[in-house]
């Protein structure tokens, strides 16, 4: 199988200078190696050709973020395995070979990823991906190591290889079939969760997605957004409903909706009560914009296959901020 990873960058020179040289490194016997510039204008582009001639770079016209970043890049990519990573993610030796063999050993796999644990703490899971992304009945992504902002400690305990329902942006294989017969991200969503929706698809068409534990990477994280950006609580909450209304089953559809709409409600007035009314006013954003695209998605959901059952039948919030599950392993 001929592997390609493609590094989304826009104005990362800082960030390819600590983070490219692993990726060489550890992968250049088994993959080519991309940068995907999404129209920067630092020296990104000038420092990879100078340090790095064996990366081959891919120009976009434009910063169209994750999303048409990726689906640009890759019309120019020929390979049959992608591996989509963040420009702050640092890989490790032979972090390749053990998720490179689940897709020659499972044709119906399609999407992929590794163990991430935090750069600045490599003890502890890293919140975009951990090991491993599900979703709660009313859409709330959390992962397995990873409960909203409570991160564990890794302790092997998820050196498995499991099926799970969504894999992390940060460092994300995917086969290239399945990508373009998917037509690739949403690019309506420009940024965050639009991997969620990509692996719904995916389990909407009836292919597996795995993690593989036996592959470790670090990831900085808020390499492009810190977490404190409103702009990103705004994404976060309008790409969440908008997952929501393309790929829920027709059963649990009005209610999980009018649901959810209550639930970013009470965390609008979470973020007022904790003196932060710039994220309660990115959540109203959030929902003035779902609702100015919600029949342009209705109409995205028409023509999807299948509506699958999903993730946990009951509510991480629930289980985290009323019965104080912080663990994977305690959820119910």
């Not at 493609?6 to 020179?13: A, C, D, K, T, V």
């Not at 100078?50 to 081959?56: E, R």
């Not at 670090?218 to 790409?239: A, D, V």
Request: hydrophobic content about 40%; overall charge positive; proline content about 2%.
């Amino acid at each position: 199988m001929k592997t390609a990873i493609i590094i989304l960058n826009w104005n990362g020179e800082k960030l390819l200078e600590q983070f490219l040289p692993s990726i060489v490194n550890f992968s250049s016997t088994e993959a080519d190696i991309y940068v995907a510039d999404n129209a920067s204008t630092d020296n990104s582009i000038q420092y990879v050709r100078k340090f790095f001639p064996s990366v081959k770079i891919v120009v976009n016209t434009l910063n169209g973020g994750y999303a048409k970043g990726y689906n640009d890049a890759l019309q120019c990519i020929e390979a049959d395995i992608y591996c989509l990573i963040n420009s702050d993610v640092e890989v490790t030796e032979n972090w390749l070979n053990p998720i490179l063999n689940i897709f020659k050993e499972e044709k119906n796999t399609a999407i992929i990823q590794p163990k991430i644990l935090d750069f600045k703490n490599r003890t502890k899971f890293e919140y975009a991906g951990a090991a491993g992304g599900f979703i709660d009945f009313y859409g709330y992504p959390y992962c397995r190591g990873r409960i909203f902002n409570d991160l564990e400690d890794d302790n092997k305990q998820f050196n498995d290889i499991t099926n799970i329902f969504w894999a992390s942006g940060a460092c994300f294989f995917v086969r290239s079939k399945v990508y373009h017969e998917l037509n690739g991200f949403d690019e309506d969503y420009f940024a965050h969760q639009e991997e969620i929706d990509l692996c719904w698809r995916a389990k909407n068409a009836g292919l597996k997605i795995k993690y593989v534990g036996m592959s470790t990477v670090y990831h900085l994280g808020g390499g492009t957004l810190q977490e404190t950006n409103p702009h990103k609580t705004y994404l976060n909450f309008r790409n969440s409903l908008l997952n929501i209304l393309k790929n829920i089953p027709n059963k649990y559809l009005l209610f999980v909706i009018f649901s959810r709409l209550l639930l970013d409600g009470i965390a609008g007035i979470k973020f007022l009560i904790e003196f932060r009314p710039i994220h309660t006013l990115a959540i109203i954003k959030a929902h003035f914009s779902f609702y100015k695209n919600f029949f342009k998605f209705l109409k995205k959901r028409k023509k999807l296959i299948n509506k699958i059952d999903y993730g946990l039948h009951t509510s991480i919030v629930w289980q985290y901020f009323i019965l104080f599950r912080r663990k994977f392993k305690e959820l119910k």
